[in-house]
């Protein structure tokens, strides 16, 4: 097991090198650059016009800007050396965990991050824990319950729930009960509210579930359906074999069946999940945390791009690619945890 731990610890070496290496040059042959941004920000304080060109600046771009400013500019954001120097310099920088400084928010790229992931973890934890507490025994009853009102009307409930886009739900939940024709039971956003360093510990357990509620909703919607089908499935998938055929025929009543015999062996498709909790901690939702208005990781990744923020872009894909391939090898784990006879070496 140790060997072949280490085995996929180097393969994520080269799998992690041609990840950065195409998203470098994507993002840099990509029309606009944060040179362009600057100089239509200097020009029109701010007003953006339409931006031709590869990955550079387009030759209209640059009239009416002296020399010394462009070249100012150039080496200002890096854009002085050849695209191959500068990936071989980030390379460099990546050894000691420096992904340089954001162009948009002018602070170290780890500091953006840093001050970004709280909200998204804390909503990503708190989803995929409810997720599993939920999935898992709502699965095995449902599974029980096979062909009955029961199982009916939960799958029912779930499908309808599956088919609701997350960001759709979260308008709705804000127009039914957060006071927008109706009810005004929650806040409209935010994490917290303006009066929260005043408030006792008590007041702010519940200041933060109060502001949590509606879109902790949203964020555990579409990963707890999905869970429970499968759960409710993988469940059923293992009571047609002939291990149980031969537990029942011992006289074991179908709760020791389901729960001492088949539960073991079903939760096995559902560890595949379980490596991703380390991704939760780069996991956000752009129109979520649109709509609850929510500055976290999903935002921050969609304004990175807008602005052509190139050392922002750069780090969140390299941490979130290297979370994900950790998660696999973690999933891959939790098989032989679940069961024993799954043999990596």
């Not at 072949?4 to 606009?32: D, E, H, Q």
């Not at 999903?298 to 690619?321: F, P, W």
Request: proline share 4%.
């Amino acid at each position: 097991m140790v060997l072949y731990i280490f085995k996929r610890l180097l393969m994520m070496i080269p799998t992690l090198f041609g990840i950065t290496l195409v998203v470098f040059l994507i993002i840099n042959l990509a029309p606009g650059s944060p040179i362009e941004q600057k100089l239509q920000s200097m020009r029109f304080g701010g007003g953006m016009s339409e931006v031709k060109g590869t990955g550079g600046m387009d030759k209209s771009s640059n009239q009416g800007v002296s020399n010394e400013v462009m070249e100012a500019l150039k080496k200002q954001y890096g854009f002085d050396k050849p695209m191959h120097v500068r990936y071989v310099i980030w390379l460099k920088n990546l050894a000691t965990l420096d992904f340089g400084n954001s162009f948009k928010y002018e602070e170290p790229v780890t500091s953006v991050i840093a001050s970004k992931f709280p909200v998204s973890l804390q909503f990503g934890l708190t989803s995929l824990i409810l997720a599993y507490l939920i999935s898992i025994p709502l699965g095995i009853k449902m599974a029980m319950k096979e062909g009955q009102a029961f199982d009916l009307a939960a799958s029912f409930w779930l499908f309808v729930a599956y088919s609701i886009p997350p960001f759709m739900l979260g308008i709705l939940l804000i127009v039914f009960f957060a006071g927008g024709s109706f009810l005004d039971i929650f806040p409209t956003g935010g994490v917290s509210s303006d009066n929260y360093d005043l408030l006792s510990t008590g007041g702010k357990i519940w200041n933060r579930i109060h502001h949590f509620i509606l879109p902790l909703t949203c964020y555990t919607l579409g990963s707890f359906t999905t869970l429970t089908m499968l759960m409710k499935n993988s469940i059923l998938e293992e009571i047609r074999k002939d291990y149980i055929r031969t537990a029942r025929a011992k006289g074991l009543d179908d709760r020791a069946v389901y729960l001492k015999h088949a539960l073991r062996n079903a939760l096995i498709p559902l560890a595949t999940g379980l490596g991703s909790f380390v991704t939760v901690f780069f996991s956000g939702s752009l129109l979520i945390e649109q709509v609850f208005q929510l500055d976290g990781i999903g935002l921050m990744s969609y304004t990175s791009v807008l602005a052509r923020d190139y050392n922002l872009i750069m780090g969140s894909i390299t941490i979130q690619s290297f979370l994900f391939l950790f998660g696999n090898l973690i999933s891959d784990l939790c098989y032989v945890v679940v069961d024993p006879r799954i043999d990596f070496s």
